[in-house]
């Protein structure tokens, strides 16, 4: 049966030209399969964020608006603070304190950057720079104190001098 749609020679080129537009319509919104049909944009890759040789790593979550530390006790050392933004706003993060201000590069949601630090003994401010950030929440305070912490987080035991006056092992 034929359709005056498919009559003729100009008829089959209409269909054919419709069908190919219906097909490159198609593959232009992903009507291939295989992809997510969502309707939402993947998140941006995160940047790579390790801590440098001999750096204490902490994690810093950067939320919609608070900040929350991987370890809550520190001595003096160097750590890097990988701060990682998953909030739903661009986030910084800034350390402030006896060793002066030090600021993290600005991160979207999704990323995360590496901020490394000198701690020395003293009391420091740790919030996100962005403006009105620190207002809504996004600080909050550490105390370094005590030995220096090894680049594995624990704090490092000297063994017992040896006395040149006290007997070997009870003979």
């Avoid at 537009?21 to 790579?48: D, H, I, N, V, W």
């Amino acid at each position: 049966m034929t359709t005056p749609l498919t009559r003729g020679p100009r008829g089959r080129a209409l269909l054919a030209l419709s069908a190919a537009s219906l097909a490159g319509l198609l593959a232009a919104c992903g009507g291939g399969g295989g992809g997510s049909s969502s309707g939402t944009t993947p998140p941006p890759p995160a940047q790579k964020s390790t801590a440098p040789a001999g750096a204490t790593r902490v994690n810093a979550d950067l939320a919609d608006f608070r900040i929350t530390l991987s370890r809550q006790a520190f001595t003096p050392g160097t750590y890097a603070f990988v701060a990682t933004n998953t909030g739903h706003h661009e986030h910084a993060l800034e350390v402030e304190g006896p060793g002066g201000e030090h600021r993290s590069s600005t991160v979207s949601p999704g990323e995360s950057t590496t901020l490394t630090v000198t701690l020395k003994d003293g009391k420091y401010q740790i919030y996100c720079p962005i403006d009105g950030h620190k207002d809504l929440g996004m600080k909050t305070a550490i105390t370094v104190a005590g030995a220096p912490v090894n680049k594995t987080g624990t704090t490092p035991v000297a063994p017992a001098p040896s006395s040149p006056t006290s007997p070997g092992n009870g003979y």
